[in-house]
């Protein structure tokens, strides 16, 4: 069974204080590993998609990186609004070899940015 | 900015009842989904629907739901009988297949179902 864990379910981070949120997964064949941004009453907003380990995705102040077993969100100088909730999701292989059109996520975790 | 609109935004209804949830893709694009979420648990995938048919589902879409796109702009989400533990937040959700991200999804906004 495809697992998503989530790391700290809960960040508070002063405006321009960097850190990173780890997701660490479990799937039988990775096809690829989503990070998407959720707002309070929204549904949740694209932000990148990593196929490989090794590879990274930048946008503004945030970078995704990729290795075999976990994914990590590096937020870099936030801001207040940056404050969401960032979901990670997995995309798994199929035993034909096809990809899986279901996304398991993870529960989450919610950062606040502190003016 | 094309986005997925979903109505209503919130529904209540009695257990036992019947609902249908109702969701407005993005006019292009070919794959279509339901996910949901309970409150302070995981987002989780319901189905998904390609060239009018099921292609996956989830354990969670039993016989009680069923997925229609009746106009070939609407996508709808029924709930035969209605209980006690349907009650979350459905979102739709919808992506072209094509280029580089097949898989981004866009999502709407959710409906809140509230079975009493």
């Known amino acids: 069974e495809d697992q998503v864990t989530q790391s700290p379910e809960a960040l508070r981070l002063q405006e321009g204080e960097s850190s990173s949120l780890n997701c660490s997964y479990t799937?039988?064949?990775?096809?690829?590993l989503f990070w998407y941004r959720q707002d309070p009453g929204k549904g949740p907003e694209f932000l990148f998609t990593?196929?490989?380990a090794g590879e990274e995705k930048e946008k503004e102040r945030l970078k995704a990186t990729l290795t075999k077993k976990e994914s990590f969100l590096h937020i870099t100088a936030p801001k207040p609004e940056d404050s969401a909730t960032y979901l990670c999701?997995?995309?798994?292989?199929?035993?034909?070899?096809?990809?899986?059109?279901?996304?398991?996520f993870g529960k989450g975790t919610k950062l606040s940015v502190i003016p | 900015e094309p986005e997925v609109t979903q109505t209503p935004s919130h529904q209540v209804t009695q257990m036992g009842q019947e609902v249908i949830l109702r969701c407005v893709p993005i006019?292009?694009?070919?794959?279509f989904y339901w996910y949901r979420q309970i409150l302070g648990q995981k987002v989780e995938f319901l189905v998904s629907?390609?060239?009018?048919?099921?292609?996956?589902k989830s354990e969670i879409f039993d016989d009680q739901f069923s997925v229609e796109r009746p106009d070939g702009s609407n996508f709808t989400l029924k709930i035969r009988s209605t209980k006690l533990e349907d009650s979350a937040m459905y979102f739709c959700?919808?992506?072209?297949?094509?280029?580089?991200?097949?898989?981004?999804?866009?999502f709407g906004s959710g409906t809140q179902l509230s079975v009493l």
């Open positions: 990593l196929y490989s």
């Open positions: 799937v039988s064949g990775l096809r690829g």
């Open positions: 629907f390609y060239n009018n048919e099921i292609s996956e």
């Open positions: 006019s292009n694009h070919l794959y």
């Open positions: 959700a919808s992506s072209d297949g094509r280029g580089e991200v097949k898989e981004k999804l866009f």
């Open positions: 999701a997995v995309q798994a292989d199929l035993d034909s070899g096809a990809g899986s059109y279901q996304l398991t």
